[in-house]
């Protein structure tokens, strides 16, 4: 689980730090489609943690893996981007306070996620 936490640290701190560069950088109009664009690079991140650190399970397929991954990120990346949306375009609330609630909702789903379906040993 401590191996868990510090993955979803680590890839939340990329989500985030992409997010606010998208925002505050590149100008994006739209929170919910900069966090949509950063959720890209803090989904490969866990990725990459999730296998070769957390769970390590590098015997299997790597592409049957990504594959069931992405599947359930890109699932979790819609509902993320959909909170966002809702709480900072919809209702004019602060980005930062809508990406930890969604982020709540993205790390539960996550781990029971990855631990039955995706790196399921």
Known sequence: ???YVIN???ATGVHYAVLTINLNFFGFA???LA????????ITASFLGSRYY??????????KQFFKFSGLYVSIAFLHGT???L??????LDFRIGFLI????????????NKLLVFKT
């Open 83 to 85: 909170i966002l949306w």
């Open 54 to 63: 957390v769970f390590r399970s590098t015997q299997a397929d790597i592409s």
């Open 87 to 92: 709480w900072t375009d919809k209702l004019g």
């Open 35 to 42: 966090n949509f664009v950063a959720a890209f690079f803090g």
């Open 30 to 32: 739209s929170a919910g």
């Open 102 to 113: 969604a982020t709540t909702f993205q790390v539960s789903i996550s781990y029971f996620g």
């Open 1 to 3: 689980m401590l191996r």
């Open 8 to 10: 979803g640290l680590i």
